[in-house]
């Protein structure tokens, strides 16, 4: 089966013994509460399948085993959540998707992926790091902040303790390791594919919140591609932190833009009986997946956790702690969706 190893997971060991892929990755250490028949099996599966697991864990977990108590099983990562309340996050897709594709990721590397609420009442980054500490957690993912989150609620961990890595720009201080949707680049595709179809006048409608989230990566592409139109076809922006229809509506017959891309308008445009795509086009800029409504850019978010889940494991697996002295930034790329909001090319 040598020539097979490339292909062979945790998992193909797992589903062959019949275990879970956390009994696995404790049987190949040698840690918790794992039967000496079982954890025979699983080694014996792991042999005849030609699996090898990485050098670096059986020595993370052997230094782990000598500096921290024999109670802590140091196998799970915290997944930071932000909302107002506990379970706030689960009502968004995003967040829902982000924290599924991290879980699958983390399960599949034999670590665990539990939501931590990071504004339960009384909680400070010291509290909150005291309480990881204790239970021996070291990998922390930061959920983006939800919009409008109050400086004061965000968390400042010890992090010398912690392997942390971000998703998105919401958490900009310190630099650590992140993955980020790129929108940079999505944005510059959307209007590509306008141009391909004929439009000429294409404006961005966005609420100035959220691209300030993005770290203004919709509004950078969006001036970037102005620069390459001629002088006539350029229009501003329509962005705003509380974006009005009033406004829309007097941008909208000011400038006439055979296209818009954003975040907000589309329904004040069918409210103005301007119909979409046939006077209009409207790329949304955030696409639900596989949308048939909409056209616009789609995004991986399983994918986008699972990355950030390999760079905690990373830093795991090299000891590594703290603010990095070379921060990582993984950007994602996003996909465009065909929709009813845009003619067909």
Same mark, same amino acid.
């Given at each position: 089966?040598? &020539?097979?190893?490339?292909? %062979?997971?945790?998992?193909?060991?797992?589903?062959?013994?019949?275990?879970?892929?956390?009994?696995?990755?404790?049987?190949?250490? !040698?840690?918790?509460?794992?039967?000496?028949?079982?954890?025979?099996?699983?080694?014996?599966?792991?042999?005849?399948?030609?699996?090898?697991?990485?050098?670096?864990?059986?020595?993370?977990?052997?230094?782990?085993?000598?500096?921290?108590?024999?109670?802590?099983?140091?196998?799970?990562? /915290?997944?930071?959540?932000?909302?107002?309340?506990?379970?706030?996050?689960?009502? /968004?897709?995003?967040?829902?998707?982000?924290?599924?594709?991290?879980?699958?990721?983390?399960?599949?590397?034999?670590?665990?992926?539990?939501?931590?609420?990071?504004?339960?009442?009384?909680?400070?980054?010291?509290?909150?790091?005291?309480?990881?500490?204790?239970? &021996?957690?070291?990998?922390?993912?930061?959920?983006?902040?939800? *919009?409008?989150?109050?400086?004061?609620?965000? *968390?400042?961990?010890?992090?010398?303790?912690?392997?942390?890595? /971000?998703?998105?720009?919401?958490?900009?201080?310190?630099?650590?390791?992140?993955?980020?949707?790129?929108?940079?680049?999505?944005?510059?595709?959307?209007?590509?594919?306008?141009?391909?179809?004929?439009?000429?006048?294409?404006?961005?409608?966005?609420?100035?919140?959220?691209?300030?989230?993005?770290?203004?990566?919709?509004?950078?592409?969006?001036?970037?591609?102005?620069?390459?139109?001629?002088?006539?076809?350029?229009?501003?922006?329509?962005?705003?932190?509380?974006?009005?229809?009033?406004?829309?509506?007097?941008?909208?017959?000011?400038?006439?833009?055979?296209?818009?891309?954003? !975040?907000?308008?589309?329904?004040?445009?069918?409210?103005?009986?301007?119909?979409?795509?046939?006077?209009?086009?409207?790329?949304?800029?955030?696409?639900?997946?596989?949308?048939?409504?909409?056209?616009?850019?789609?995004?991986?978010?399983?994918?986008? &956790?699972?990355? /950030?889940?390999?760079?905690? %494991?990373?830093?795991?697996?090299? !000891?590594?702690?703290?603010?990095?002295?070379?921060?990582?930034? %993984?950007?994602?790329?996003?996909?465009?969706?065909?929709?009813?909001?845009?003619?067909?090319?």
């Amino acid at each position: 089966m040598g &020539g097979e190893q490339g292909r %062979v997971t945790m998992k193909t060991v797992a589903d062959r013994v019949g275990v879970s892929m956390m009994t696995v990755s404790r049987a190949m250490r !040698n840690q918790g509460k794992v039967s000496p028949a079982t954890r025979r099996r699983v080694i014996d599966a792991a042999e005849k399948l030609g699996y090898r697991p990485n050098p670096l864990i059986g020595a993370l977990m052997g230094e782990l085993r000598r500096t921290r108590p024999s109670k802590i099983t140091p196998d799970t990562i /915290a997944f930071l959540t932000f909302h107002s309340t506990e379970d706030g996050w689960r009502s /968004a897709y995003s967040p829902n998707a982000l924290f599924s594709g991290a879980r699958a990721r983390a399960e599949n590397l034999g670590f665990k992926l539990e939501p931590y609420w990071a504004r339960a009442p009384g909680m400070s980054g010291r509290r909150f790091s005291r309480m990881l500490r204790t239970r &021996g957690i070291a990998g922390v993912v930061y959920a983006p902040y939800p *919009i409008g989150l109050p400086p004061e609620s965000t *968390i400042q961990l010890d992090w010398d303790s912690f392997a942390p890595v /971000a998703l998105g720009f919401s958490m900009s201080d310190p630099e650590i390791h992140r993955v980020s949707l790129d929108h940079f680049r999505s944005t510059r595709t959307a209007i590509g594919k306008l141009l391909e179809r004929g439009y000429r006048r294409i404006g961005l409608a966005a609420s100035s919140l959220a691209d300030e989230r993005l770290d203004h990566h919709w509004l950078a592409a969006y001036t970037y591609c102005q620069t390459t139109l001629p002088e006539h076809e350029r229009i501003p922006p329509f962005m705003s932190a509380e974006p009005r229809r009033e406004g829309f509506e007097k941008w909208v017959r000011q400038y006439q833009p055979d296209a818009i891309l954003g !975040n907000i308008g589309l329904e004040w445009l069918r409210e103005l009986g301007d119909g979409v795509p046939d006077d209009r086009a409207y790329v949304v800029l955030s696409c639900p997946p596989n949308s048939r409504d909409f056209a616009g850019m789609c995004y991986d978010y399983h994918g986008m &956790g699972a990355v /950030a889940v390999d760079l905690v %494991v990373e830093q795991l697996y090299h !000891n590594e702690r703290g603010i990095p002295q070379i921060p990582k930034l %993984v950007m994602i790329p996003g996909k465009w969706n065909e929709g009813g909001t845009v003619l067909p090319g």
